[in-house]
Nanobody
């Protein structure tokens, strides 16, 4: 089992930067991959970036060049630059946990989210 706690959100003016942090605890060795998601007001949760166990990062085109995900041993980061009002939303950390015994199922865990508000 894995626990995720996001932090670093806040209020920022357009063009500014924020760095989000997702602290992990529990059976982190069995984390298969991790990701950052965003849920804007009135919209569905959307994927922003994933990072696998080997550190390979995939960033969606809509934020590529402005957002950068990284990871160290137990922490996931999201560096957000050139923020826009449309980046406003709740940002969530996600981890997929590979059960260490048959049937080796992937289980998703979510953090509680951190609010990011970008003013124009």
């Amino acid at each position: 089992q894995v626990q995720l706690v996001e932090s670093g959100g806040g209020f920022v003016q357009a063009g500014g930067s924020l760095r989000l942090t997702c602290a992990t605890s529990g059976d982190v060795f069995f984390i298969y991959d991790m990701g950052w998601y965003r849920q804007a007001p009135g919209k569905q949760r959307e994927l922003l970036a994933t990072i696998d166990k080997d550190g390979s990062v995939n960033t969606v085109d809509s934020v590529k060049g402005r957002f950068s995900a990284s990871r160290d041993k137990k922490t996931l980061y999201l560096q957000m630059d050139s923020l826009r009002p449309e980046d406003t939303g709740v940002y969530f950390c996600n981890a997929r946990y590979l059960e260490p015994s048959p049937p080796y199922q992937l289980t998703e865990f979510w953090g509680q989210g951190t609010q990011v508000t970008v003013s124009s």
